[in-house]
């Protein structure tokens, strides 16, 4: 039993109880010690800068806020999702009752979704905070993350059909299992397109869309600066210049620091839907094959890769791994550049549009 059919599975109850074929043990021997070895690296990866931040929550900025939910949405996936994969792997079946089977499958696509909409909602608040530096100033800060709160609940409905779909079943003699149940033959296809539409297709052209509009104005605020380098605004601004040029580089890190996150998760989530897609719409595609195990296993790798990067992006990698285990002041440089940063772009944008609409006295 790979990891294929614990997520989207597009084997139903007939399937099951017409090719009971025993599984490879060498395969699963492999999936055993790669799923043991994502489980402990991301649990502990995760949980201890979820700890971190947690330490520091009253003095989080708000991409520090995005990258907490992101650690916990990982968690979600390591615990939820990487764990009974890898206890069903060694158990052969599914041991447990109707109802833990279907929580266990509802929870494994909550994880999923979480942690894409959360990379999206991460990435709408640097489109806004870059391109649309005065709507961030003026936003009024809030007790609950309103992008967060709509991330949250949009994986807690999507991941309803689950519930439906997957019951605990006798799929031989005495023999039970955890199985969906799909009409056949369009069912499997409708679920499983529909749902590589709306975790990871439209999520990521969403996000490929701000990334470009974040870069076009980054390029675009670069060129300006460039150009009035030697004219009157550096004249006028002179030490100020100099204070937000070092203030924005805060901001153009998280940006970077997002771009990597997105590349990651398409990197390893870009096989898993492929191959899901693959098995549904075409009869003959080698589901039992080592490669589809693999690729499978891939998709995991991201609960992994997100809190790397953020640590290597806080530049503070041996630093904040020696936080974990002290109780020392909360560091609040970050929030305060964050802070710093959206009022200098603010005062930059007022100021380049009055100089703008200010008449040249050499063309009167």
Same mark, same amino acid.
């Given at each position: 039993?790979?990891?294929?059919?614990?997520?989207?599975?597009?084997?139903?109850?007939?399937?099951?109880?017409?090719?009971?074929?025993?599984?490879?043990?060498?395969?699963?021997?492999?999936?055993?010690?790669?799923?043991?070895?994502?489980?402990?690296?991301?649990?502990?990866?995760?949980?201890?800068?979820?700890?971190?931040?947690?330490?520091?929550?009253?003095?989080?900025?708000?991409?520090?806020?995005?990258?907490?939910?992101?650690?916990?949405?990982?968690?979600?996936?390591?615990?939820?999702?990487?764990?009974?994969?890898?206890?069903?792997?060694?158990?052969?079946?599914?041991?447990?009752?109707?109802?833990?089977?279907?929580?266990?499958?509802?929870?494994? =696509?909550? /994880? $999923?979704?979480?942690?894409?909409?959360?990379? &999206?909602? !991460? *990435?709408?608040?640097?489109?806004? #905070?870059?391109?649309?530096?005065?709507?961030?100033?003026?936003?009024?800060?809030?007790?609950?993350?309103?992008?967060?709160?709509?991330?949250?609940?949009?994986?807690?409905?999507?991941?309803?059909?689950?519930?439906?779909?997957?019951?605990?079943?006798?799929?031989?003699?005495?023999?039970?299992?955890?199985?969906?149940?799909?009409?056949?033959?369009?069912?499997?296809?409708?679920?499983?397109?529909?749902?590589?539409?709306?975790?990871?297709?439209?999520?990521?052209?969403?996000?490929?869309?701000?990334?470009?509009?974040?870069?076009?104005?980054?390029?675009?605020?670069?060129?300006?600066?460039?150009?009035?380098?030697?004219?009157?605004?550096?004249?006028?601004?002179?030490?100020?210049?100099?204070? =937000?040029? /070092? $203030?924005?580089?805060?901001?153009?890190?998280? &940006?970077? !620091? *997002?771009?990597?996150?997105?590349? #990651?998760?398409?990197?390893?989530?870009?096989?898993?839907?492929?191959?899901?897609?693959?098995?549904?719409?075409?009869?003959?595609?080698?589901?039992?094959?080592?490669?589809?195990?693999?690729?499978?296993?891939?998709?995991?790798?991201?609960?992994?890769?997100?809190?790397?990067?953020?640590?290597?992006?806080?530049?503070?990698?041996?630093?904040?791994?020696?936080?974990?285990?002290?109780?020392?002041?909360?560091?609040?440089?970050?929030?305060?550049?964050?802070?710093?940063?959206?009022?200098?772009?603010?005062?930059?944008?007022?100021?380049?549009?009055?100089?703008?609409?200010?008449?040249?006295?050499?063309?009167?």
């Amino acid at each position: 039993m790979s990891w294929f059919f614990v997520n989207i599975s597009n084997i139903t109850l007939e399937d099951a109880l017409s090719d009971d074929d025993p599984r490879d043990e060498r395969l699963a021997r492999v999936e055993i010690v790669l799923l043991s070895i994502i489980f402990i690296t991301a649990g502990i990866l995760n949980f201890g800068l979820l700890l971190v931040l947690w330490k520091r929550r009253k003095q989080l900025s708000r991409m520090r806020v995005f990258v907490l939910h992101l650690c916990v949405a990982d968690l979600v996936v390591t615990f939820f999702q990487v764990c009974p994969q890898l206890m069903w792997d060694i158990t052969d079946r599914f041991v447990g009752p109707d109802v833990l089977c279907r929580a266990v499958k509802y929870l494994q =696509v909550v /994880g $999923m979704f979480a942690s894409t909409y959360m990379i &999206v909602v !991460m *990435t709408i608040d640097r489109y806004q #905070a870059i391109c649309k530096p005065m709507v961030t100033f003026q936003r009024h800060r809030a007790r609950w993350n309103g992008p967060v709160c709509a991330a949250w609940c949009a994986s807690l409905i999507g991941s309803l059909p689950q519930i439906f779909i997957f019951s605990r079943v006798e799929v031989a003699p005495g023999v039970y299992d955890c199985w969906a149940q799909f009409i056949k033959p369009w069912g499997p296809r409708a679920y499983v397109t529909w749902t590589t539409l709306v975790i990871f297709v439209l999520p990521i052209l969403l996000v490929i869309v701000c990334q470009v509009r974040i870069c076009r104005t980054v390029y675009i605020n670069f060129h300006m600066k460039t150009q009035q380098g030697a004219g009157k605004v550096r004249k006028q601004l002179s030490s100020r210049a100099s204070s =937000v040029a /070092g $203030m924005s580089k805060a901001r153009v890190k998280t &940006v970077k !620091m *997002t771009v990597v996150i997105v590349f #990651a998760y398409i990197l390893c989530w870009a096989p898993f839907f492929t191959v899901q897609l693959w098995s549904v719409w075409d009869v003959e595609a080698p589901t039992q094959t080592a490669t589809f195990t693999i690729l499978m296993l891939l998709a995991s790798l991201n609960s992994c890769a997100n809190p790397v990067i953020y640590l290597l992006f806080s530049g503070k990698l041996p630093q904040t791994l020696v936080a974990l285990m002290c109780a020392g002041q909360p560091d609040l440089k970050e929030s305060i550049q964050e802070e710093a940063t959206m009022v200098s772009s603010l005062y930059i944008s007022l100021k380049s549009l009055s100089e703008s609409r200010r008449p040249d006295p050499s063309d009167s």
